[in-house]
């Protein structure tokens, strides 16, 4: 096989898929001036339960995480509790379709919400029980329990035609998605006692088993999605196989080239939760790859590492030297993929040898790349200032040979050759915001002055994407990326409070063991 046909095409999480606040917010005593050494704070730490990190400004960050929840509240119609993909940046004009994604992330933000004071305890239980009553009567997935990918979030219909364009939507299921709103309905199910039996009845009767190839040649990888039926209506049909995984009595229609096999994804995601719930075998986990391959020729540039052994996977522990630090790469190189699932998973904690090295290691090489070529970092999938949406990283930090880019330019980094010059950079602040989560000092020097030096601040708070060269901003919100602020906050001010009331009891004792037993090819 070639090695093209063995991992996942490179799509947008986004693209591939197009088929007033009551209380006061409680975040500690103020902290001394924000210019604290760097390491001052160990990475990986989270902060002091109810108080703001060292190196941080207490101000500042209630009222960054005041603003965000502004604009999720904004995007989300009172009737449905169903939150809208995005609103416009004066907060007066929401879109009008959302996904699963989009939808747990205003659960798990609620929580956020709740935990620092922003709303009442009763307020958040209201916000959510409408949310999670609305999920319930929504048309789905039966046999697995999972959402399609598109709905109207002002009465939870289902997309069949995209509003924007009109191009036909067939109903897809896709994993990641699916998976974002599992791990919140588990959230809310520890956290809301209120809500607690309707969420776990969601989230019980979701079968992540369904993603699972066990016929791939590295078994129970997932596949990208399924549809319900083969997708004839679309304009560019893609190659799909009809199978039946779960033994329901009928077939979906799979992604027959697209599954996702790198370890640095949002879609290990998926894989915890199959192993949370036992229905995918704990080896699963090893299968992704960390890199390729050492004689594999086509990636960004060749590994460093070792094979080693985990219940009986061979995993080539590899690496890309750079900038001073070995950090195993995601597929295009973003903070996404490297810290959405940590906002969970306390990764560097169950697994101090792998993940406990990698995140800080990511963020740190971020930091360097960008404030040597642009003055600010912070790289991650997210809008593009100029209109539209693109996939923003470090091209080193990835293994995709055309990578995702950190300048409007798309300047390519060829490993052997000199570094090249690049263009205009473009940060996205969700990215520093959960890079905070391991150097909150840096990540709030960063976000201070992104907010001083560019009109990159509005209403709904700091808005999507801003180009470092010419000053243009992406003046709109995206309610994942607000979502991946507030749950990064949540777990900096409140010692992890979103992994803990993600990883209690169960959760803990199936994930942590296989966690804790790699050992990356990482290291500073």
């Known amino acids: 096989m070639h090695p093209l046909d063995a991992r996942h095409t490179s799509l947008s999480r986004r693209t591939m898929l197009a088929g007033g606040l009551a209380g006061g917010v409680a975040l500690g005593m103020p902290s001394a001036a924000h210019a604290t050494p760097p390491g001052h704070r160990r990475p990986g730490r989270p902060g002091r339960p109810g108080g703001a990190p060292e190196g941080t400004d207490a101000a500042t960050l209630r009222r960054w995480t005041r603003d965000t929840w502004a604009s999720m509240v904004a995007m989300t119609p009172e009737d449905t509790g169903l939150v809208s993909d995005n609103i416009t940046g004066d907060l007066s004009t929401p879109g009008v379709y959302t996904s699963p994604t989009n939808i747990g992330g205003y659960l798990w933000s609620a929580v956020v919400a709740r935990e620092l004071g922003l709303i009442t305890r009763g307020e958040a239980t209201r916000r959510i029980r409408r949310t999670l009553r609305t999920l319930q009567g929504m048309e789905h997935h039966e046999a697995s329990g999972m959402y399609f990918n598109w709905y109207d979030p002002r009465d939870g219909s289902v997309i069949y035609d995209w509003p924007e364009s009109g191009d036909p939507v067939v109903p897809f299921v896709s994993s990641i998605d699916a998976s974002w709103l599992g791990a919140a309905l588990l959230v809310v199910r520890n956290a809301d006692r209120a809500n607690a039996r309707l969420a776990g009845r969601l989230f019980d009767r979701m079968r992540f088993d369904v993603f699972a190839d066990p016929t791939f040649d590295k078994p129970y990888l997932n596949y990208g999605g399924f549809y319900l039926e083969e997708p004839t209506r679309l304009l560019s049909p893609p190659r799909t196989e009809a199978r039946d995984l779960i033994d329901a009595g009928t077939p979906v229609w799979y992604t027959a080239d697209h599954h996702y096999d790198t370890i640095v994804s949002e879609t290990r995601i998926t894989t915890y939760l199959g192993i949370i719930k036992g229905q995918v075998p704990p ?36 690496a ?6 070995r950090t195993v790469p995601g597929w295009g190189g973003s903070m996404f993929e490297e810290l959405m699932p940590n906002v969970f998973v306390p990764e560097e904690t169950w697994a101090p040898e792998s993940w406990g090295r990698n995140h800080p290691n990511h963020v740190a090489v971020q930091a360097a790349h960008g404030l040597a070529e642009y003055g600010y970092w912070g790289f991650s999938p997210a809008s593009h200032p100029a209109g539209g949406y693109a996939e923003w990283g470090v091209d080193a930090l990835g293994l995709n040979p055309e990578g995702y880019f950190s300048d409007v330019e798309r300047t390519d980094r060829v490993h052997g050759q000199p570094e090249p010059d ?26 201070v002055a992104i907010e001083a030096d560019f009109d990159s601040y509005g209403p709904g708070g700091f808005y999507d994407a801003v180009n470092t060269s010419s000053g243009q901003v992406a003046t709109r919100y995206l309610s994942l990326d607000q979502a ?32 804790a037993m790699e050992e990356f090819g990482a290291s500073a």
């Open 484 to 515: 991946m602020i507030l749950g990064a906050l949540g777990n900096v001010l409140c010692g992890g409070m979103l992994q803990r009331y993600f990883s209690t009891g169960a959760a803990e004792r199936a994930l942590r063991p296989v966690l």
């Open 422 to 447: 690049y263009g205009q950079g473009v940060v996205t602040p969700h990215a520093a915001f959960l890079a905070m989560m391991h150097a909150p000092a840096e990540s709030y020097d960063n976000l």
């Open 283 to 318: 080896e699963a986990y090893f299968q992704a790859w960390r890199t390729f391959p050492p004689e594999w020729t086509w990636p960004e540039m060749p590994p460093v590492g070792q094979w080693r052994t985990y219940l009986g996977v061979d995993v080539f522990e590899g």
């Open 320 to 325: 890309h030297d750079y900038l001073g630090h």
